[in-house]
């Protein structure tokens, strides 16, 4: 049945008041905290006792240089059984990279999981759609657009910011949209920035207070913890109680990841899969 014209415009308005309303205030924090396992690469599960978010977790090999998920974890984690973890909710990704998106991966796990909702760049939806002949997931994805806004969604159960934050070497990457990640979980607030660096992120961190969102847990790639400065700048920028370095090699020395883990007290370097942490209420 075709609808009216104008009945097809009221239902438009109220989709987008509900997509970008402004985020209510911090809720109330799960008493028991929050679980993170590494996934691989900048894969992470993070979890409350109810419900589970998956940033950049559904990828395969795409070089020796990027740590990937095994087939045991991505089908327990498609079948809802990874460890004691509760059923998926949410899949983010920052970008279309195959060391952070497979859309084979993702299909699948989407087609299985008709309650899980996916957010990601036109570029990730877009990939997805190739897939997907029959329309099937267009009620489970949102897209963040690429501009100079923090675009706001709340789904059911949680909340999330996605803005856009350049990709490390724009030179060689100007065409990849990545998105940055600020989720709050249960009143536990969860940033993943994705593969950027301190040049490209630097102006909006600054322009969107993010070091002002009490930050619990922040996820960012290892490199930006090498540079001169970094120290300072993480503090002054984010502000996280917990500092998560991820994309880090599979050769990585022992003693690089002492380093980083030295230099940022609190910081854990992720390079182990399925190794879990907890971040206790506070």
Same mark, same amino acid.
């Given at each position: 049945?075709?609808?009216?014209?104008?009945?097809?415009?009221? #239902?438009?308005? $109220?989709?987008?008041?509900?997509?970008?309303?402004?985020?209510?205030?911090?809720?109330?924090?799960? !008493?028991?905290?929050?679980?993170?396992?590494?996934?691989?690469?900048?894969?992470?599960? #993070?979890?409350?006792?109810? *419900?589970?978010?998956?940033?950049?977790?559904?990828?395969? $090999?795409?070089?020796?240089?990027?740590?990937?998920?095994? !087939?045991?974890?991505?089908? *327990? =984690?498609?079948?809802?059984?990874?460890?004691?973890?509760?059923?998926?909710?949410?899949?983010?990704?920052?970008?279309?990279?195959?060391?952070?998106?497979?859309?084979?991966?993702?299909?699948?796990?989407?087609?299985?999981?008709?309650?899980?909702?996916?957010?990601?760049?036109?570029?990730? =939806?877009?990939?997805?759609?190739?897939?997907?002949?029959?329309?099937?997931?267009?009620?489970?994805?949102?897209?963040?657009?690429?501009?100079?806004?923090?675009?706001?969604?709340? +789904?059911?159960?949680?909340?999330? !910011?996605? $803005?856009? =934050?350049?990709?490390?070497? +724009?030179?060689?990457?100007?065409?990849?949209?990545?998105?940055?990640?600020?989720?709050?979980?249960?009143?536990?607030?969860?940033?993943?920035?994705?593969?950027?660096?301190? @040049?490209?992120?630097?102006?909006?961190?600054?322009?969107?207070?993010?070091?002002?969102? *009490?930050?619990?847990?922040?996820?960012? +790639?290892?490199?930006?913890?090498?540079?001169?400065?970094?120290?300072?700048?993480?503090?002054?920028?984010?502000? %996280?109680?917990? =500092?998560?370095?991820?994309?880090? %090699?599979?050769?990585?020395?022992? !003693?690089?990841?002492?380093?980083? @883990?030295?230099?940022?007290?609190?910081?854990?370097?992720?390079?182990?899969?399925?190794?879990?942490?907890?971040?206790? #209420?506070?």
């Amino acid at each position: 049945m075709k609808l009216p014209a104008g009945l097809i415009a009221i #239902v438009l308005l $109220f989709s987008l008041a509900f997509c970008y309303a402004p985020q209510s205030q911090r809720k109330v924090r799960s !008493e028991s905290g929050i679980r993170i396992a590494y996934i691989g690469n900048m894969g992470v599960l #993070v979890a409350s006792d109810t *419900q589970a978010v998956l940033f950049d977790g559904l990828h395969e $090999f795409y070089g020796k240089e990027y740590d990937y998920p095994s !087939e045991k974890t991505v089908q *327990q =984690l498609q079948e809802g059984n990874y460890q004691d973890f509760p059923k998926v909710k949410a899949l983010f990704y920052s970008h279309m990279h195959g060391d952070h998106f497979s859309p084979a991966l993702t299909h699948a796990f989407l087609k299985a999981n008709p309650t899980t909702c996916l957010f990601g760049s036109s570029q990730i =939806l877009d990939t997805l759609a190739v897939l997907d002949s029959l329309n099937i997931l267009q009620n489970q994805s949102d897209s963040i657009p690429f501009d100079e806004q923090v675009h706001v969604i709340e +789904p059911n159960g949680f909340e999330l !910011e996605g $803005f856009a =934050l350049p990709h490390a070497s +724009p030179g060689r990457h100007i065409e990849i949209l990545n998105i940055g990640f600020l989720v709050d979980l249960d009143g536990f607030r969860l940033l993943h920035l994705g593969d950027t660096d301190w @040049e490209e992120a630097e102006p909006k961190l600054e322009a969107f207070a993010i070091a002002k969102r *009490q930050i619990d847990v922040a996820i960012i +790639p290892y490199w930006m913890l090498l540079k001169t400065g970094s120290a300072a700048l993480v503090d002054r920028l984010i502000n %996280p109680k917990m =500092l998560l370095a991820t994309h880090i %090699p599979p050769d990585a020395s022992e !003693e690089d990841l002492k380093e980083i @883990e030295s230099q940022y007290p609190g910081c854990s370097a992720l390079h182990e899969q399925n190794n879990i942490l907890a971040f206790p #209420v506070k």
